[in-house]
């Protein structure tokens, strides 16, 4: 006879683990809905938000600078930069003081579908997330900031 499993939690939906996996899963269907008529995955569209964002205010983004903003593994933001690259999306330049690092650049093409991407994104986010209202949707924003920030600091 295979003996009981115990679970800490009663059902599912009291464990919070679960419930962020069904959030998650529902909430990347949505974001590749809106995402694959341009020609982009959710990761790719991280990344280029990202270099987008730091490319606000410094002229020398690097794929490190990438990974640390998108919160990602060195590594597959490599190959990932490579796609897009392939893409037109981004082009890559040998930095002025740095030799081992590279330049990262939104090209036209780049910038033109990340702000397409972009619209798209916070229309879906927006539509969503409202099922929790707007005053809910901040505290639970200030929330998930405050799970991020003590779950980084312990890694």
Do not use: C
């Not at 994104?121 to 929790?132: C, M, T, Y």
């Amino acid at each position: 006879m295979i003996k009981k499993i115990e679970f800490q939690f009663k059902s599912p939906e009291e464990s919070p683990g679960y419930l962020l996996g069904q959030l998650t899963l529902l909430w990347q269907r949505k974001q590749k809905k809106v995402l694959d008529p341009l020609n982009l995955t959710q990761t790719q569209f991280v990344l280029l938000a990202a270099l987008g964002w730091l490319s606000r205010e410094n002229d020398n983004v690097t794929q490190v600078d990438i990974a640390n903003q998108g919160n990602a593994d060195r590594m597959m933001v490599s190959k990932v930069l490579r796609t897009l690259e392939e893409k037109k999306f981004i082009s890559r330049h040998e930095h002025k003081t740095d030799t081992r690092a590279k330049v990262i650049k939104l090209t036209d093409e780049g910038a033109k579908v990340l702000q397409e991407a972009l619209l798209a994104i916070e229309n879906a986010d927006v539509e969503f997330f409202s099922i929790l209202g707007t005053d809910k949707l901040s505290v639970f924003n200030v929330n998930m900031v405050n799970v991020i920030r003590q779950n980084k600091e312990v890694e």
